[in-house]
């Protein structure tokens, strides 16, 4: 028996194993209707529900642990929401924020979206719905939610 290979292999073995370990810390990916309920169980009136829904698809596809991309101030959005670490939270980096919310950027990336959106109802008490710039998808005729209770 020739077993090299494992000696060679070990540890890209012991990085997937930690890969595969690490996955839950990315977030989940939810649906349209489990964020629905969910936002609900969290409060939100139900005459919100479809549009931010609506937000959540367009902004991150429905996913719990993104970071988007850099914006041109060199900022980055975080979580379902996409919610800006210039305004709304502390970045991991240290990078100045005004951190509204009072929270790390990092508690808006978990599998529980509830920073998420206490943080996302700061956002639109202060700055509407057009905070986001995936409003224009949304602010229009959206399907009723009530299919979702």
């Known amino acids: 028996w020739d077993i090299s290979f494992l000696r060679f292999n070990h540890e890209g073995f012991i990085v997937l194993v930690a890969l595969a370990f690490a ?27 479809n549009k931010w829904t609506c937000i959540a698809e367009h902004e991150s596809n429905y996913r719990t642990g993104v970071v988007g991309p850099e914006n041109s101030d060199g900022s980055n959005d975080y979580g379902i929401f996409q919610i800006n670490d210039l305004y709304w939270c502390q970045p991991p980096n240290g990078r100045f924020s005004y951190n509204e919310c009072a929270l790390s950027c990092n508690d808006l990336l ?13 956002v ?20 009723s939610i009530d299919d979702c209770f």
């Not at 529980?112 to 996302?120: E, F, G, L, Q």
């Open 23 to 49: 996955a839950p810390a990315l977030g989940r990916t939810m649906d349209r209707c489990s964020l629905a309920r969910e936002m609900s169980d969290l409060g939100v009136p139900r005459d919100q529900l």
């Open 110 to 122: 978990t599998d529980d979206i509830t920073n998420d959106v206490r943080c996302a109802q700061k």
């Open 124 to 143: 639109l008490s202060q700055q509407g719905w057009s905070a986001w710039s995936t409003w224009h998808y949304c602010n229009g005729y959206l399907p």
